[in-house]
């Protein structure tokens, strides 16, 4: 509808954003999951997909939102079982994010293993009531992510795609490398649950989102660079921070988030990021919003160095499981 170079950006800033502020003010349970949802369609989705994609995207979405939840809340009384069938989900979506890091139903499947693990054994919210509201807050998610390419054409050419490996070239050593993976994030999952950490999906979901990629050089650009490029990133949110402790109205904010979104956005494409890092700092900031509105006065600034400290901590931890991984995979290549 509105036709400008800029609107991949603008989509990507406003659409969430707006989502987020709107389902804050009616009240809405979890009203951070949409947004992110719609931020993980629109980074994998550079252009309006058509309609026919969209409806086997919901049909993916049908089935992990109410199988593999429904399935898990038959083993959950099974401790050994429930752990066992998540690892397994995890690895199967860690497989297919190696093939293609763009793989929809891989990250979908990611999130949602992460969230059903956490809503039981942390929150102790019964799977019953969990796959309507996650199918719920999917089909919110794709049917603005659609509205948002018809409001906000255009494609999103900015941001350097990521390289995957066919099934063809699936080695012993590929599926190790998967292996550990899920392994060390199921170890994290389990001591964050364990502490009743209070940010336990929010630092999950973010190394979910490192280790995602299969290439071995966006594991070192990890290492070297997104620690101090999403910590930036996340600077982005004080802005806000100072405003809802002065009070300003919704409006403002709302304002103001927009902007300081958009420089973000600016920010990551001058320094020529990734799919995986683009993706990583909008998730990033639509969560910190949310948290930032949930928090009035000044318990928000405590808020969000809390969140600020498990951000760093996830993105530490990330690195240090993908620098684990490299080693070894070094190791085994001198031996064989």
């Known amino acids: 509808m509105f036709h400008s170079a800029a609107n991949p950006v603008i989509r990507l800033v406003f659409i969430p954003l707006a989502l ?3 389902l804050i003010s009616t009240g809405a349970s979890l009203a951070v999951l949409s947004p992110i949802f719609v931020v ?8 309006r997909p058509p309609l026919s994609v969209l409806l086997k995207v919901m049909a993916a979405m049908l089935v992990i939102s109410f199988g593999m939840v429904l399935f898990g809340s038959v083993l ?27 793989d929809i139903i891989a990250t979908l ?7 059903m693990v956490v809503f039981n054994k942390q929150m102790n919210i019964p799977l019953g009531i969990l796959p309507l509201m996650l199918f719920e807050k999917l089909v919110v998610a794709i049917v603005v992510t659609y509205l948002g390419f018809w409001v906000f054409p255009g494609e999103d050419k900015d941001i350097l795609p990521e390289q995957g490996t066919s099934a063809a070239d699936d080695t012993p050593m590929d599926s190790l490398v998967v292996a550990l993976k899920v392994t060390a ?19 999950t979901i973010t190394i979910s989102n490192m280790i995602k990629s299969g290439n071995s050089h966006d594991h070192r650009t990890f290492s070297m660079n997104k620690l101090v490029t999403t910590t930036v990133g996340i600077l982005f949110t004080l802005p806000i921070v100072l405003l809802v402790m002065a009070g300003a109205p919704d409006f403002v904010l709302f304002g103001v988030a927009v902007v300081c979104g958009l420089q973000l956005a600016c920010f990551a494409i001058r320094r020529k990021t990734t799919l995986s890092i683009y993706q990583l700092l909008f998730t990033n900031f639509v969560a910190l919003a949310y948290q930032i509105l949930n928090h009035p006065g000044y318990d928000s600034l405590t808020a969000q160095m809390m969140r600020l400290l498990s951000i760093t ?3 530490v931890i990330g690195a240090l499981i993908l620098s684990l991984i ?11």
Not at 326 to 336: D, G, I, M, N, R
Request: proline fraction near 4%; charge should be positive.
């Open 313 to 315: 901590c996830a993105i």
């Open 185 to 203: 994030l199921t170890i994290v999952l389990a001591v964050l649950i364990g502490m009743d950490a209070s940010q336990t999906m929010l630092i």
């Open 40 to 47: 993980m369609f629109m980074t994998i989705m550079p252009s």
């Open 20 to 22: 987020l502020f709107y």
């Open 76 to 102: 959950v009384d099974s401790p050994t079982g429930f752990w066992l069938y998540s690892w397994l989900l995890m690895y199967w979506g860690y497989s297919r994010s190696h093939r293609d890091p763009k």
């Open 326 to 336: 490299q080693s070894e995979k070094l190791v085994t290549a001198k031996q064989s």
């Open 109 to 115: 499947t990611l999130v949602v293993v992460v969230v």
